[in-house]
């Protein structure tokens, strides 16, 4: 299990760690009640769903006061329970042993790779003719 508490969610160092360390499933612990109104919430959910699609590992996210999720391996968010609402959530999830991806596989290259393609495309020469 990669256990994930708040705003360690939206650092993939962390997620990534504990994979490669053998957890099948994210659980994701959150006291959003910071996110008293706007989309900060729903932010906060789609960016720990990102952990799912970079590691390719189910998610079951629990919160106090923000939205409580169950996101599948691809991150698609199966089913939530919305800001301020008390219920219980029951979902499903299929532990993933085997998955791996590009970023299990070579770390965080994405965000630096675009970075430095960004910066070369700004520094090439135009022909404005």
């Known amino acids: 299990m990669a256990p994930l508490i708040c705003y360690d969610a939206l650092d993939p160092r962390h997620a990534l760690r504990a994979v490669r360390d053998g957890a099948e499933v994210i659980v994701t612990l959150s006291n959003d009640s910071w996110f008293t109104a706007g989309n900060a919430a729903w932010l906060h959910l789609v960016g720990a769903a990102f952990r799912s699609i970079e ?3 189910p998610q ?8 409580s999720a169950v ?22 999830v299929r532990p993933e042993r085997r998955a791996w991806t590009a970023l299990l596989a070579w770390g965080e290259w994405f965000g630096p790779s675009a970075l430095a393609v ?3 495309v700004l520094a090439a020469p135009r022909n404005n003719s």
């Open 55 to 57: 590691t390719r590992r």
């Open 60 to 67: 079951l996210r629990a919160t106090n006061t923000g939205i």
């Open 71 to 92: 996101i599948s391996a691809t991150g698609d968010v199966v089913s939530t329970a919305d800001v301020h609402v008390r219920t219980a959530l029951v979902g499903t």
């Open 118 to 120: 960004g910066l070369l």
